[in-house]
């Protein structure tokens, strides 16, 4: 049984590792570039290195995942609309199989906040409004957790040195041991009702817009 609800517990969690909680930014206007022209369009997360969730009764990771979606150059109108997440091709790690389903697309409302105080060496906030992933694991018929509401990562710019990654330079978004929350209505009372999450995911747009291929550099300012 310890198994069964970790397993449930860290599909749903890997799949908000990019938007958890964390302070609020300072007032600032907001400019989001490529280059040196302010950038609108779409925006993909890939994941660096392996996601890892923590609860009172276990852990797991994930090395595979991607969240496409598209941003405003001043930083509103983030929109998720599409997230996969995997290890190695198949089920992110644990010892029973789960189906995980990202659930209510578009995820819109979002945000990115330039940081003037530059709060824990972060340069912005980044905002994922709405979320929802649900996680059923295929054993008693299905045990299902479900997570999701407004959570918020750090974002650094691609030469900030306090980026998750220093040998990647793109402009990065992630989490340090943030706290994710389950909802009640449709998850098992067997889930617990949180967990601790770590992931950092480099994020590029598309230099041909429309392109489907992500090879932008970006960064924000005020």
């Known amino acids: ?36 022209d ?24 994930c090395n595979e995942s991607t969240l496409t979606g598209s941003i405003q150059s001043d930083g509103t109108g983030l929109t998720i609309n599409s997230a996969t997440f995997a290890t190695d091709g198949g089920p992110c790690s644990g010892t029973v199989s789960s189906t ?13 906040v330039y940081d003037t105080a530059h ?21 008693f018929g299905g045990i299902t957790c479900i997570y999701g509401g407004n959570l918020t990562a750090n974002g650094y710019n691609p030469d900030n040195p306090n980026r998750g990654d220093t040998s990647v330079a793109e402009a990065q978004v992630g989490v340090t041991n943030a706290t994710v929350s389950k909802i009640s209505s449709g998850s098992s ?10 992931a950092n995911y480099k994020l590029l747009g598309e230099s041909t817009p429309g392109s489907g291929t992500y090879d932008q550099t970006l960064h924000v300012t005020e």
């Open 38 to 61: 302010p950038y609108s369009g779409r925006v993909q997360a890939s994941l660096l290195g392996t996601a890892t969730v923590s609860t009172s009764i276990g852990s797991g990771s």
């Open 119 to 139: 709060t824990g060496g972060r340069d912005a906030a980044v905002t994922i409004a709405n979320f929802r992933v649900r996680a059923v694991v295929n054993i």
């Open 1 to 36: 049984m310890v198994h069964l609800r970790r397993t449930a517990v860290f599909g749903v969690a890997s799949l908000a590792a990019l938007a958890l909680a964390a302070p609020a930014a300072s007032a600032a206007t907001t400019t989001i570039y490529a280059g040196s």
């Open 100 to 112: 995980i389903t990202p659930e209510n697309f578009p995820w819109t409302g979002g945000t990115v």
């Open 189 to 198: 009372f067997l889930c617990p009702s949180t967990a601790t999450v770590s």
